[in-house]
């Protein structure tokens, strides 16, 4: 699937939950690869902050982004509607601390991204595909989210706390296109009891009934409720039973639950990709959903690219037969046995080294290791398969190499392994020439990159 951005800008305005300050936020289209940013305008020099979990600094009432001295607050109902809309790419001009509370929910950000509509960009989208089980828990809170492998990016959520009126309940998203009719409305929620102590923190000043469901679920005195209503600025009441104190009523029975789903949705929006796995949480939050998006941050800093998937049982795009016809090379300088998987910018070979390879005879014969060179010629074998792709009749032409720059080996080939080859563009190709990126996998792990021009030419 192609990278998405916004058809055009559209822009928000209201309060903050937290500074109470009037604000606006303008969501703009962004170029391929840009992921989400939010611009400060009302600050000196329009400061950027990247929307990824190494710089969340804060979770009390919202996720906060920092950025040396440059803040921006409550981004989660934002990052969640952007996420759900299959957006890749998004530019936030903020002139405000924080993002507008409006209603509480991801409701007016996806309505609004709906109503401009979304426009399909040159590259494709980059998911980060869940291979195994990662679990973050926290013992003292009994919070606990972990994400497993799947097909989709889909959410369970299971909440429970310390009340008569929310104890326990349960929420499931089982595809992204629920998102928008059955979670982006849910608003946010808080407690009674909790209110005097946030204020007190200098938090919640723009919070009111409007944007937030209020629960009454401990006894307090007529005259301290008063307080806090004169603290939040909003009518006295006086409920007569516990429940839920908000003029209107709930959409959903279990719209606290569905909330917290959609907090988990933006948080894990600042992963910075679209996600194919499952999430199950157990009385999440914004710190612990942080910290799982945190975790795999790293996972992905430390290695900028998976390891494709690569299952021997499918039937392979290209089988050695096929890239015969394709390629000049034959035994013993044929290195690619097979293309599994291919892309308008991208292409993934296979070559299963075996004892039997004749370089091993010299290369070398008490430690046998796969030269580093021949790993290079490979990657550059399905690179020319990926080029040669992009024009009629390949068999006319050959392709050629011109360049090789950046080449690193980071770990030994041995016989037994099964390398997985990454060749993407990083150039259009322009005059028959093609400047690519190329990355040999073993398992998990990068073998080998490199970067190299090739040309094609036609055949005499």
Known sequence: MKQLTLTSSFTLSGKGLHTGRHITAEFAPAPDNHGYKIRRTDLDGQPVIDCLAEYVTATTRGTVLAKGDVTVSTVEHAMAALYAAGVDNCLISLDGPEMPILDGSARPFTEAIAAVGLAEQKLEKDYYIVKQKIEVSDAVSGSKIMILPDDEFSVEVKVNFDSPVLANQYASMEHIEEFAAGIAPARTFVFVREIEPLVSAGLIK?????????????????????????????????????????????????EPARHKLLDVVGDLALIGRPIKGKVIATRPGHTINTTLAKDIRREIKRQDIQAPIYDPNREPLMDNNQIRTLLPHRYPFLLVDKVIEKGAQYIVGVKNVTTNEPFFQGHFPQEPVMPGVLMVEAMAQTGGLLVLSTVPDPERYSTYFMKIDNVKFRQKVVPGDTLLFHVSFMTELRRGCAVMKGRAFVGEKIVCECEFMAQIIKNK
């Open 206 to 254: 723009g919070g009111d009934l409007d944007n937030a469901i209020v629960i009454y679920d401990s006894p307090i005195d007529a005259a301290r409720l008063d307080s806090i209503a004169d603290l939040m600025g909003v009518e006295h009441r006086h409920p007569e039973k516990y429940g839920y104190i908000n003029p209107s009523p709930l959409q959903y029975d279990n």
